[in-house]
């Protein structure tokens, strides 16, 4: 029988009840509670912040936006090779600043130069402006490392949770038929890969474990603001080539967008490419940032990482 891991259920119940008597009073959605609420989650629930032995905001350019980027060296005397990081937020929330304790903890897990990208976000910027900075910042990346005189290797990967996910997969699929950007390998953890909300994941989950279905289409409604055709740009529905980066994806049971992770897996793999992915059976969307109350777990996703980047 499917259960949410007791770690995390009496959190949830309480979670619940919350939103249920704020929308009894009214609450309406809207980009600074989405912004706020992630940002105090996080903040709230990893406590454990490591230091890393160097950290800089920069800048990269790229033809529309000079894209700000936070860098984390966790050995400067030492050239290590690059991780660039896109962060969560339903392409609405999250940024540098929330996401820092996640950077600092793969940088010094995997010992990567860990590139976090503050790309520009929903409804303000609506699509393609995130994904624009996202694909800047790979193409343009090395000057700024240069001008830095950053002791690093021309080795990059990228990774990205939920919305940041969706980034990776569509970067890396642009990617395949750019020769100027090559990227070795793709991490995501519980990853948006269909903005046609079309799954059984999304139906099962759709209510009950934080991230909700009503949610998401809200999220989508404000970064699609042009009449896009939605699958047409889903990540799970593009072309699928050998030259796509060997992948690692993390799926969670109790996520609306678990069946995406997985789709995409099977298709990528059908491909030839090697593909690994690592399911939790008791998780719920957004659990690395309440790491607080799965403490192991989250471990095992910075591990899981490490390994596979270093491989």
Same mark, same amino acid.
């Given at each position: 029988?499917?259960?949410?891991?007791?770690?995390?259920?009496?959190?949830?119940?309480?979670?619940?009840?919350?939103?249920?008597?704020?929308?009894?009073? #009214?609450?309406?959605?809207?980009?600074?509670?989405?912004?706020?609420?992630?940002?105090?989650?996080?903040?709230? @629930?990893?406590?454990?912040?490591?230091?890393?032995?160097?950290?800089?905001?920069?800048?990269?350019?790229?033809?529309?936006?000079?894209?700000?980027?936070?860098?984390?060296?966790?050995?400067? +005397?030492?050239?290590?090779? =690059?991780?660039?990081?896109?962060?969560? #937020?339903?392409?609405? #929330?999250?940024?540098?600043?929330?996401?820092?304790?996640?950077?600092?903890?793969?940088?010094?897990?995997?010992?990567?130069?860990?590139?976090? =990208?503050?790309?520009?976000?929903?409804?303000?910027?609506?699509?393609?402006?995130? =994904?624009?900075?996202?694909? #800047?910042?790979?193409?343009?990346?090395?000057?700024? @490392?240069?001008?830095?005189?950053?002791?690093?290797?021309? +080795?990059?990967?990228?990774?990205?949770?939920?919305?940041?996910?969706?980034? =990776?997969?569509?970067?890396?699929?642009?990617?395949?038929?750019?020769?100027?950007?090559?990227?070795?390998?793709?991490?995501?953890?519980?990853?948006?890969?269909?903005?046609?909300?079309?799954?059984?994941?999304?139906?099962?989950?759709?209510?009950?474990?934080?991230?909700?279905?009503?949610?998401?289409?809200?999220?989508?409604?404000?970064?699609?603001?042009?009449?896009?055709?939605?699958?047409?740009?889903?990540?799970?529905?593009?072309?699928?080539?050998?030259?796509?980066?060997?992948?690692?994806?993390?799926?969670?049971?109790?996520?609306?967008?678990?069946?995406?992770?997985?789709?995409?897996?099977?298709?990528?793999?059908?491909?030839?490419?090697?593909?690994?992915?690592?399911?939790?059976?008791?998780?719920?969307?957004?659990?690395?940032?309440? *790491?607080?109350?799965?403490?192991?777990?989250? *471990?095992?996703?910075?591990?899981?990482?490490?390994?596979?980047?270093?491989?």
């Amino acid at each position: 029988m499917r259960q949410v891991s007791p770690k995390l259920q009496p959190w949830l119940d309480n979670f619940n009840q919350q939103v249920a008597v704020l929308i009894e009073n #009214g609450f309406k959605p809207t980009a600074t509670n989405a912004r706020e609420g992630l940002a105090n989650l996080t903040r709230a @629930l990893i406590t454990d912040i490591p230091d890393v032995a160097w950290i800089q905001d920069d800048l990269v350019m790229s033809e529309q936006y000079a894209v700000p980027v936070r860098i984390y060296h966790p050995a400067p +005397d030492q050239a290590l090779p =690059v991780l660039v990081y896109y962060h969560g #937020g339903g392409h609405m #929330g999250g940024c540098v600043t929330v996401y820092d304790p996640i950077c600092r903890k793969l940088a010094n897990t995997t010992g990567h130069i860990v590139v976090s =990208v503050d790309y520009r976000l929903a409804p303000e910027c609506p699509y393609p402006a995130g =994904v624009n900075d996202a694909y #800047g910042v790979v193409k343009n990346l090395w000057a700024t @490392l240069d001008e830095r005189a950053l002791n690093y290797r021309r +080795d990059l990967s990228i990774a990205g949770d939920s919305a940041g996910g969706a980034l =990776v997969a569509t970067i890396s699929g642009q990617a395949q038929y750019d020769d100027d950007v090559v990227i070795r390998k793709q991490v995501m953890i519980y990853p948006n890969l269909d903005y046609t909300m079309n799954s059984g994941s999304m139906e099962l989950n759709a209510t009950g474990y934080l991230l909700q279905k009503g949610k998401i289409a809200w999220y989508f409604d404000s970064y699609f603001q042009h009449g896009e055709d939605r699958l047409e740009i889903s990540p799970l529905y593009g072309r699928f080539t050998l030259k796509l980066p060997e992948t690692l994806l993390f799926t969670a049971e109790f996520c609306p967008l678990r069946d995406e992770g997985i789709s995409y897996c099977e298709k990528v793999s059908a491909e030839g490419v090697k593909v690994e992915r690592v399911h939790f059976d008791d998780m719920i969307h957004t659990f690395l940032n309440m *790491e607080d109350l799965v403490k192991e777990e989250c *471990e095992q996703v910075y591990q899981q990482i490490a390994r596979f980047l270093n491989e």
